[in-house]
């Protein structure tokens, strides 16, 4: 494979990282919508009894954090590529990037975004997990 080609598969690979974050952040979007819609139907004039809302805000959130999960893996690979297809170059632009974001990051929290991103569902299931546990209790008391 000669240098040009070799630009040029670095190019379109480099290009999925962006497809690949657009569609995770696609999927967060989607999927709080789609929370905040179950949540504005509970509060709507229709009288859902939230035991039959709650097992889907569960799926919700376990999806969402799998979503997240998976495409942070996904991504780590696709460095991981790009690290090796940058070893045959002279200048290697991520490698560079990375090493001076860890010089950066220290000053900042411990946690990655996908870490501080994958909390939200997390926070949210176990949120909706109490929440059933005291519609439960509070039914049983009644």
């Known amino acids: 494979m000669n240098t040009d080609e070799k630009i040029q598969l670095y190019g379109i690979y480099v290009g ?75 200048i290697k632009p991520f490698k560079s990037e990375w090493k001076h974001f860890k010089e950066n990051r220290k000053l900042d929290l411990p946690l990655g975004l996908s870490d501080l991103e994958m909390a939200i569902p997390l926070l949210a299931g176990i949120a909706v997990t109490i929440w059933s546990i005291c519609i439960i209790v509070q039914a049983h008391l009644l």
């Open 16 to 90: 999925t990282i962006t497809a690949a974050e657009n569609r995770r952040q696609s999927y967060s979007a989607i999927l709080l919508t789609l929370y905040a819609a179950t949540f504005a139907l509970l509060g709507s004039d229709f009288a859902i009894d939230p035991i039959f809302v709650v097992p889907a805000l569960a799926v919700i959130s376990w999806i969402w954090w799998s979503k997240i999960r998976f495409l942070k893996k996904l991504a780590k690979s696709k460095f991981a590529v790009i690290e090796e297809l940058e070893a045959e170059f002279e």
